[in-house]
């Protein structure tokens, strides 16, 4: 029964990934903790394992309709990669009960400047098209900052890439295709960093991986339904606050844990 109750966490979360771009890397690391009783190292590399193939399912449904910004994903990647590294050696030096109130202010941040940004929409053709190099520093700035989120505790720092694209003007779905992709490639190197430290349950991995598979394959015949063949659709006010919301209940609820 309990297996069961994991593939169906999989399947909604694996919606979840590709309609707002997000990991549920915490969420993955808490139903795997609370209710299968193992520890947290086996719990971190266990939901790296199963993020990453749900995130690279999700960026390939997204390439396939022109949503993911190549460009600007590989810069958030690589710096991203580098600021793992980072974030894994420093790792150890923060005190546990000083992680939550971290991560929690971080994503609290990045999700104001996400509303702010909103509220002060500018033409996106306008601003694709400005300065290339003040964009790829904002580009690795916040790629590092999710990459250093994912190295100090385990999960893929995907609000510092949602808020990365949204303040470089991604559209809607650009942001989030490019976030599954971005996510994609830091979980994987999240995954290989981590597997020495825990042993990945790979049962419990593939129930997880299985359900958010089709949750991913299911969540992309919703935006072709609802989202994607419109016209004019690429921003999408539903998913963006889902998005915000989403990320603003995250940070206030670890700020207060």
Not at 29 to 52: D, G, K, R
Not at 176 to 197: C, D, E, N, P, Y
Not at 198 to 227: C, D, E, H, R, Y
Request: hydrophobic residues 50%.
């Amino acid at each position: 029964m309990q297996l069961i109750i994991l593939a169906l966490i999989g399947f909604i979360m694996g919606i979840a990934t590709v309609i707002t771009g997000g990991g549920a890397g915490a969420l993955y690391l808490s139903v795997l903790t609370l209710f299968f009783n193992i520890s947290p190292a086996v719990a971190t590399a266990t939901s790296l394992a199963t993020m990453f193939p749900t995130a690279a399912i999700s960026a390939y449904l997204h390439a396939q309709k022109a949503n993911v910004n190549f460009k600007i994903g590989w810069t958030m990647l690589g710096w991203g990669t580098a600021g793992a590294l980072v974030g894994s050696y420093f790792s150890g030096d923060i005190p546990d009960n000083n992680y939550n109130t971290l991560i929690g202010s971080v994503i609290v941040v990045l999700t104001v400047l996400m509303i702010i940004k909103k509220r002060k929409p500018t033409d996106t053709k306008s601003e694709l098209n400005t300065n290339q190099t003040k964009r790829f520093w904002q580009a690795s700035f916040f790629g590092i900052i999710s990459g250093v989120l994912s190295g100090l505790v385990g999960t893929s720092g995907t609000t510092a890439i949602i808020a990365g694209l949204t303040l470089l003007g991604c559209t809607t779905m650009q942001t989030v295709g490019t976030s599954v992709f971005v996510l994609a490639g830091i979980s994987l190197v999240g995954f290989l960093m981590r597997a020495g430290v825990g042993t990945v349950n790979w049962l419990l991995a593939g129930v997880l991986a299985g359900g958010a598979i089709l949750g991913a394959f299911f969540g992309t015949f919703l935006l072709t339904k609802s989202v994607s063949q419109k016209k004019n659709s690429q921003n999408n006010s539903l998913i963006d606050a889902l998005i915000i919301v989403g990320n603003m209940v995250m940070g206030v609820a670890l700020l207060f844990k």
